[in-house]
C-alpha cells in the first residue's frame, strides 16, 4: 500500500499569470542592473584570465631554469 496518494487537483497546472509590460523607468532600471551583471562577470572573467595567463608564466620561467 502507498504511504502517499495524490489527487487530481493536485495533478492539474495552475495558469500561469503574464506580467504586465514595464513602464520606461523600470525598464530602464532593469538594463542597468543588467549591465551591471554583465559587467561584473566580464571582470570576474578578466581576471581569471589574467591569473591563468601569470601562472603560465611562472611555469614557463621554472622550466628554464632547469
Known amino acids: 500500500m502507498r504511504k502517499y496518494k495524490m489527487r487530481i487537483a493536485e495533478l492539474t497546472l495552475k495558469p500561469i499569470k503574464t ?13 542597468l542592473k543588467q549591465g551591471v551583471d554583465r559587467s561584473r562577470q566580464q571582470l570576474k572573467q578578466e581576471q581569471e584570465r589574467q591569473r591563468q595567463q601569470r601562472e603560465n608564466e611562472r611555469k614557463q620561467k621554472q622550466l628554464r631554469q632547469r
Request: glycine content about 8%; proline content about 23%; charged content about 15%.
Open 19 to 31: 506580467k504586465p509590460p514595464m513602464t520606461l523607468p523600470q525598464a530602464r532600471i532593469q538594463g
